[in-house]
């Protein structure tokens, strides 16, 4: 599964949860109370899973059939349990003789059904039970401590009553809701072939695990499509997607890959999901394990609130994959996108080889996570891998609550759970670290073997310590005792001392963080007398001294030089040694580590050099990080930066850079920039047209509200927002519908910068009061709906400036609505 940021500003995870309400319930645990969490104990296991569904959109119910097959694990049973949540149960029996015996069972709570057999049965016995039932999704959120992503079946806009939605059914498994639409053992250590029959309307596509065997046309408008999968998977990967989709066909060898999407996106098929067949021929090569699904597909809905999910052979992507051309020509990455990456990878890692408990779920996530990397670094650079791995680490660093729980957790709570930070963030640089210490043949070597040993299985964090100690010959405890088992990671201060008379260059490092003091292999390189000398070394003392006989003074030394290390560091270098490092050091992370030393120090020689060498950066990340940078308040700073800035606004290559240079010329408020403003105008991204725009507001006003007036039907993306600006600055009431309108169809991120941002200043001076409760309402709705993100305060403090602009006004009727809605905000539950 593929995390995602709501937005930049929320800064929270949507990661799926390893324990459900039911769980605990079970468990008979408190939901603050630790505790160990066993693996899954098998006592009978899935073999077979047959599924004939119907669905009635009126009710959002699933109907369906279900015939399971499964046998003894070891000892021999006369019982069995499998989860089934919230259903109406109407048979349950045994199959004999193509006759369906009925049997007596218990359901417990709505959650489990403990089924009593015919008969005792051993290990050498399969058995198959027929389910008549119903699955009622919608009404699970009625018994306590189910969650907003624990329902398994989503209907969207089942009825079509909504305006310019489509009506769809998909479905989500992880962790452990799939057995909200099908009876079935929900644990990730049980793996099953499977049959699913959807009947729906025949106007409707369906997609789901496997091939799609037969389509019967019914006579009553339905059609009924069969899909089965011959390979064994665990059941939180079952998947269907049913709605008005738009089959695009493509392939890899000889495997049919394909991409469903909305019709209006249906023409950009290619341009969104176009290199997947290049990404499976690069990943089955990489690990010596060809892609080993029947086939690939990916389908994108609407209102799934997770990113993306890895079901089997069938990935099912949120609808922000979906874009039109013009979103893809700021993408500095084509169409590629991070997200199918990530999925694809699972089909490896997760899918072929599951985690056989969700403590193991580093297995699954951190791969994903490595694998986006790994394709980001071999597709568009080392830098751009770098940048994201960089990334990474900033978001683990950030989450204070992930220093505390090891990677491979045991013990915790049901309501801490997993933290993601850990095995997102932090797994995937962990597996960087290990792939640096074996080197890239062992490494892939190492992860094929795991594959290939546990292919269709399940695996623990320790199959692959064993599968890389088994190809490199080295004894791996002590990385996957620090790493995985334990919590936390280094802090490292770094200083420096050079013994002219002796010739020696020594390095004092620290570890400062609590607990455990880690073993960590680095490299060092010395730059000296215009040679590079690297030294491998290893840290293993809370402090430990290194020692380096050097003929003259090193202009730079470079510890951990390749930039892999998962620490907190500060490395005690001055200017002089970080200016040298951003013009010699190879790496992106070299030249960010001298760049952030310089945007504090960028009025003295060095640091100007090093900000003035980062606009031209090669990597448009590192540029676009110091056009933000720029101190323009030194008269010096911008005296050198604005002949650099004006040229990156025309010509840069990156449009996103083109845009972060216009807008800080826009800053400076100079005319002598009109001419960059209007060429921009006619910019093919919609990104370098918003910036114009705003930054022609800054000069020119009124022919920026005339020209924001002519662009109204073509306001994608950022120009449509700067459009917004523009408006709020110098519009009316007139300009009001198309500025609430804006707001209403925005992403959250767009409604979250356009109400803290110029909606306040334009709603404080309307005339129609009308137009005024409709803004204040907005703003309120937008801070209830997403108050546990920590939104409220910024939001409140808008709301207060509307208050105090219909004072002035003496609208004291607004002034109290705007007040209120605080008050609305505050009372609500986050």
């Excluded at 089965?228 to 000889?254: E, T, V």
Aim: proline share 4%.
């Amino acid at each position: 599964m593929k995390k995602i940021y709501l937005s930049s500003f929320l800064g929270l995870m949507f990661t799926v949860g390893i324990s459900t309400s039911a769980i605990a319930q079970l468990n008979h645990h408190a939901p603050n109370e630790p505790y160990y969490h066993a693996s899954a104990p098998k006592i009978n296991d899935l073999i077979d899973t047959r599924l004939d569904v119907k669905f009635d959109y009126q009710k959002s119910y699933l109907n369906g059939k279900e015939w399971v097959t499964l046998k003894p694990h070891f000892y021999p049973t006369d019982s069995v349990r499998l989860d089934a949540k919230g259903m109406d149960i109407k048979t349950i029996g045994i199959v004999e003789n193509g006759k369906v015996i009925p049997l007596h069972y218990r359901y417990e709570d709505s959650l489990s059904l403990a089924i009593q057999l015919n008969r005792t049965y051993t290990e050498k016995e399969h058995y198959t039970l027929f389910i008549d039932y119903t699955a009622k999704p919608n009404e699970l959120h009625d018994k306590p401590g189910f969650k907003l992503d624990g329902k398994g079946l989503y209907f969207v806009n089942p009825l079509g009553k909504e305006p310019g939605k489509p009506t769809q059914i998909w479905t989500q498994g992880e962790a452990e809701s799939s057995s909200c639409w099908f009876p079935t053992i929900d644990k990730p250590d049980q793996k099953t072939t499977e049959q699913v029959s959807m009947t729906v309307p025949a106007k409707y596509t369906t997609l789901s695990n496997g091939l799609l065997i037969s389509q019967k046309i019914n006579a009553d408008g339905t059609r009924t499509d069969t899909w089965k999968q011959s390979l064994p998977h665990c059941p939180y990967l079952f998947m269907m997607a049913i709605g008005d989709f738009k089959l695009y066909k493509d392939k890899w060898r000889n495997k049919e890959v394909s991409y469903y999407l909305e019709p209006a996106y249906a023409p950009y098929a290619k341009q969104l999901f176009g290199q997947t067949p290049e990404m499976i021929e690069f990943y089955s090569k990489a690990l010596g394990v060809d892609f080993p699904w029947e086939k690939y597909s990916q389908v994108v809905v609407r209102d799934y609130p997770l990113g993306a999910m890895e079901n089997s052979s069938a990935t099912l992507h949120g609808e922000y994959v979906q874009k039109s051309p013009w979103d893809l020509i700021d993408d500095p990455n084509g169409s590629g996108g991070t997200t199918i990456a990530h999925e694809l990878f699972h089909q490896w890692f997760g899918d072929l080889v599951t985690c056989e408990s969700w403590s193991n779920e580093t297995l699954n996530e951190s791969f994903a996570v490595f694998g986006e990397k790994y394709w980001n670094e071999k597709k568009y650079g080392k830098d751009d891998g770098d940048a994201k791995r960089y990334d990474e680490l900033q978001a683990y660093l950030n989450n204070g609550t992930a220093y505390k729980q090891a990677l491979t957790p045991f013990v915790y709570t049901d309501e801490e759970g997993i933290n993601g930070a850990n095995i997102y963030d932090k797994g995937g640089l962990v597996l960087s670290m290990l792939r640096n210490y074996l080197g890239d043949d062992a490494f892939f070597k190492g992860l094929g073997l795991y594959l290939k040993t546990r292919g269709f299985k399940n695996g623990e964090v320790h199959d692959l310590r064993l599968a890389m100690e088994e190809i490199s010959g080295k004894d791996m405890n002590w990385f996957f005792n620090q790493w995985y088992y334990g919590a936390g990671h280094p802090v490292l201060d770094i200083t420096y001392q050079w013994n002219a008379a002796g010739h020696q260059q020594k390095i004092f490092i620290s570890q400062k963080q609590e607990g455990q003091t880690f073993r960590l292999p680095i490299a060092v390189d010395l730059y000296a007398g215009g040679k590079v000398i690297r030294k491998q070394v290893w840290l293993t003392q809370k402090n430990d001294t290194l020692s380096f006989n050097c003929d003259v003074k090193p202009d730079l030394v470079n510890v951990d030089a390749d930039k892999v290390l998962l620490t907190k560091k500060t490395d005690h270098k001055d200017l002089t040694e970080f200016d040298f490092q951003y013009h010699h050091a190879p790496l992106f992370l070299d030249r960010l580590e001298a760049l952030n030393a310089a945007i504090d120090q960028q009025t003295s020689k060095e640091g100007m050099e090093i900000v003035l060498a980062a606009l031209k950066d090669k990597y448009h990340g590192l540029q676009i990080k110091a056009i933000r940078a720029l101190k323009m308040d030194s008269a010096e700073v911008s005296k050198a930066a604005l002949p650099i800035l004006a040229d990156i606004a025309l010509h840069d290559k990156n449009y996103p850079v083109r845009a972060a240079a216009i807008g800080v010329l826009g800053k400076t408020k100079s005319k002598d920039y009109l001419d960059i403003y209007k060429t921009s105008l006619s910019s093919p991204s919609y990104t370098v047209k918003g910036a114009a725009l705003t930054a022609l507001n800054s000069v020119e006003p009124e022919t920026a509200f005339q020209t924001a007036k002519s662009m109204e039907a073509d306001d994608k993306g950022k120009l449509g927002q700067a459009i917004v600006n523009v408006y709020a600055a110098n519009g009316s009431d007139k300009e009001w519908p198309y500025v609430i309108n804006a707001l209403e169809k925005g992403s959250v991120q767009v409604k979250f910068d356009l109400a803290r941002g110029s909606l306040p200043q334009m709603i404080g001076k309307l005339e129609n009061k009308q137009h005024v409760l409709q803004g204040i309402k907005a703003i309120r709705d937008l801070a209830v709906n997403f108050k546990r993100y920590g939104i409220a305060p910024k939001l409140i403090a808008a709301l207060q400036q509307i208050e105090e602009a219909r004072k002035k006004i003496n609208d004291i009727s607004s002034a109290s609505a705007a007040e209120n809605a605080v008050n609305e905000i505050n009372q609500a539950k986050g």
